[in-house]
């Protein structure tokens, strides 16, 4: 638990990434099937993803281009909102992840236009990726 005076820089979840072989099905379960809607999508053949608003700030993030369905599951990484990218990376090697994408500020080719992140991302001492994911101004 955080001491009491400690500053907050994790703001929530943000969004849940997948890579699927069959893209336009999945978007569609999602966007039909469940009432998403879409916030940014980008790219084009294997290459394309996009990311629905699942509400609450949240979003799942879907990726063309798997080969097979995957055995456990198709998660890629999970993204936490940073009120500061480089402060939660900091964070968590000081408790223990392994860096294995330093901070960079990406500017996403979204259809809607270009939108900018500042994102990195850990290995966590369990094992799974983490994003933190900070909205850039503007």
């Not at 960079?104 to 966590?124: L, M, W």
Request: charged share 25%; with cysteine; hydrophobic share 45%.
């Amino acid at each position: 638990m955080p001491a009491k005076n400690a500053t907050r820089i994790i703001n929530g979840f943000h969004h849940v990434a997948i890579r699927v072989k069959d893209f336009d099905a999945t978007v569609r379960f999602y966007k039909e099937g469940l009432g998403l809607k879409e916030r940014l999508a980008w790219g084009e053949g294997d290459g394309r993803a996009i990311m629905l608003d699942a509400g609450n700030e949240n979003c799942v993030e879907i990726f063309a281009g798997a080969k097979s369905a995957p055995a456990e599951g198709s998660i890629v990484h999970f993204a936490l909102c940073a009120a500061d990218c480089d402060a939660a990376l900091k964070r968590a090697k000081a408790a223990g992840a392994t860096v294995t994408a330093e901070p960079k500020t990406v500017a996403i080719p979204a259809t809607t236009g270009p939108h900018s992140v500042r994102i990195a991302f850990v290995r966590t001492p369990g094992g799974e990726i983490v994003e933190f994911f900070q909205d850039m101004p503007g």
